[in-house]
């Protein structure tokens, strides 16, 4: 949530259970952690894998397997319809962040009346049981707390810590007071009753950085100034925290807790160049590793505004910084008066038994564009092969051209229903491809979720008569759909790659099919630059010649650091000749 803008939240506290039908579990005794399902269930379930997106049981000296969330079958070895389906968590909560104990034991918290920050428990992250509200003010003798939001749950050194945004005052004295900026406090719970204490400054008396109710920036810079969105993050390298300060607008920061002098700037307009339609907002860090790789997602724009999330990724966490590629994660939506419709951000990461969830909220919005509330979803996350992720809610949608030809475009849902036209051929005319973001605007401005399309439809015409058509189904993840008109030709080919170093420069090769030559380079440095995309029109712009695609049987991307192209790294996809997109990663 921006802070510039602070408002008491529109919602109340959720005290109902999300989920309703299902049996909450039993309380573990003070002090104790519930154990998981797994235990005591020796015998018939020994040996019994559920292949790793379940649970066994013994029903009666019968292992039965309860699924995950996502997944069916006996064996919960079959990706079910809800697979990618996005799922109402708590209505009226924002900001939230989860804390996961183990694969069955996860805390939900984020900002809800202002005055309390709720905790949840879940052991299937798809049921939530309010299992306290946290009210600082009740435990802490001399001050009281306002506007509390954007809370971080989590563990270090068998400690439960709690984080959150806020202003203090004396008791009884009135909240907020004028000449006051917000900052960030921690309370500290011994197990998992999560009973929080009284609230503690960070870094009290030092010159790192730290928590700073004054409006002024701490001498040692604004970047010390600890104000909104704290997040923790546990790695081999030390336990991270990353924090938002102001100047020019928000910003993103981050030190090790070993080190807490060196400070590493990663995001916002003090520091980056930053693009208009985030209004000046880099806030909300999430942090997550991945094979490997790091990620570092914010959300840019004003909460009430085109709040969107965005991500960057890197081989360290110093590396995730807006030098890097900026990756669109979500994309807020407009109706066709082009007035928000919804936004989505202040996002978590959390992993359960190999499969990553997303979970955020989501703004909604009256007719007028005026934000209306916002609630706490979750939907999965899955990911390219060069590790990058597929977007919450876009789909790049293309399809070969017939001369003459306009398009108008269907979706089709999971339950069988049709919306049609979604996008007719007003909106169409005689393009070959759109960029479908969860809004038919043809349809009375229907929201539909990537989740809930089991295909998209295309008709075809060249005459005004809407009857013929092609279908491409879709699995509800993915962010590019093909589909092939019959005795149509290819007008592009949309070319993506991964982002190799921090600095690197990148050019385009294309191998003829009817030599196996190389022609290297077909598109120049000088064009492609730091692009991570391009749109090749059947010319090689370098050479100027022009090549096919029929005569092409693979791109290679080139990638190199301070113009030394002999030390290039390449990276080569097969290609058929007539397809619209083609994604190269450079090992």
């Known amino acids: 949530m921006s802070a510039a803008r602070v408002v008491i939240p529109l919602s109340m506290l959720v005290s109902s259970i999300v989920g309703c039908g299902s049996e909450p579990p039993p309380e573990p005794r003070p002090g104790q952690e519930a154990p998981p399902r797994e235990q005591a269930l020796a015998g018939v379930c020994d040996g019994v894998t559920c292949s790793g997106h379940g649970v066994c049981r013994d029903e009666a000296g019968t292992a039965r397997c309860i699924c995950d969330e996502g997944f069916t079958g006996g064996a919960c070895a079959t990706r079910g ?105 921690v309370a500290t719970a011994p197990d998992l009753n999560l009973q929080f204490g009284a609230p503690q400054p960070i870094h009290a008396n030092t010159t790192w950085p730290r928590t700073s109710t004054g409006t002024a920036c701490l001498p040692q810079g604004c970047n010390r100034n600890i104000r909104i969105d704290a997040a923790t993050f546990n790695d081999t390298s030390g336990r991270w925290f990353f924090y938002v300060w102001f100047d020019r607008g928000n910003n993103i920061s981050s030190f090790n807790t070993a080190a807490p002098g060196t400070v590493y ?63 669109r994660l979500s994309q807020p939506l407009r109706n066709t008066a082009g007035r928000l419709t919804q936004s989505h951000g202040h996002n978590v990461i959390v992993e359960r038994r190999g499969e990553y969830f997303n979970i955020f909220h989501v703004g909604a919005f009256d007719a007028a564009g005026n934000l209306t509330s916002r609630s706490t979803y979750k939907q999965r996350v899955a990911f390219k092969a060069d590790g990058s992720m597929h977007s919450l809610n876009q789909v790049n949608v293309r399809w070969n051209k017939l001369t003459g030809y306009s398009y108008s475009l269907d979706v089709v849902l999971r339950d069988g229903s049709v919306i049609g036209p979604c996008l007719s051929v007003a909106t169409l005319g005689q393009t070959n491809k759109t960029v479908f973001d969860g809004v038919c605007r043809n349809a009375g401005d229907r929201v539909v979720t990537k989740g809930d399309i089991a295909a998209f439809r295309l008709f075809y015409s060249n005459d005004n008569v809407w009857g013929r058509f092609v279908e491409q189904a879709y699995d509800g993840i993915s962010d590019d759909v093909g589909l092939d008109l019959p005795g149509a030709y290819t007008p592009f080919v949309d070319l993506s790659w991964s982002e190799e170093e921090t600095q690197a420069q990148y050019s385009i090769d294309v191998q003829r099919r009817d030599t196996g030559a190389w022609i290297g380079p077909c598109i120049g440095v000088g064009a492609v630059n ?14 100027g010649l022009d090549v096919p695609y029929s005569n092409i049987q693979a791109f290679r991307i080139c990638s190199a650091v301070n113009g030394d192209w002999a030390r290039a790294r390449c990276g080569a996809t097969p290609y058929d000749g007539r397809g619209l997109h083609s994604h190269i990663v450079i090992p």
């Open 265 to 327: 700037n990663h995001a916002g307009p003090a520091v980056f160049s930053t693009p208009a339609y985030e209004e000046g907002i880099n806030e909300a860090p999430e942090v997550f590793k991945r094979n490997g790789l790091y990620y570092l997602l914010l959300s840019g724009g004003w909460y009430n505004s085109q709040y969107a999330m965005y991500y960057v990724m890197g081989d360290s966490i110093p590396q995730l910084t807006r030098a890097r590629a900026v990756r």
């Open 81 to 185: 319809g809800d697979y990618g389906r996005r799922t109402l968590l708590v209505p009226g909560m924002a900001d939230p962040d989860i804390y996961k104990e183990h694969d069955d034991l996860f805390f939900l918290s984020g900002t809800g009346n202002g005055w309390q920050l709720p905790i949840y428990e879940t052991r299937d992250l798809t049921s939530f049981q309010l299992k306290r509200a946290y009210d600082p003010s009740a435990v802490d003798p001399v001050y009281d707390y306002c506007f509390l939001w954007a809370p971080d749950l989590g563990k270090h050194d068998g400690v439960y810590q709690l984080y959150f945004s806020a202003h203090r005052v004396p008791n009884g004295a009135a909240c907020p007071p004028s000449g006051q900026e917000v900052t960030t406090f």
């Open 530 to 543: 730091k692009s991570l995309s391009w749109t090749y029109r059947g010319r090689c712009d370098t050479p």
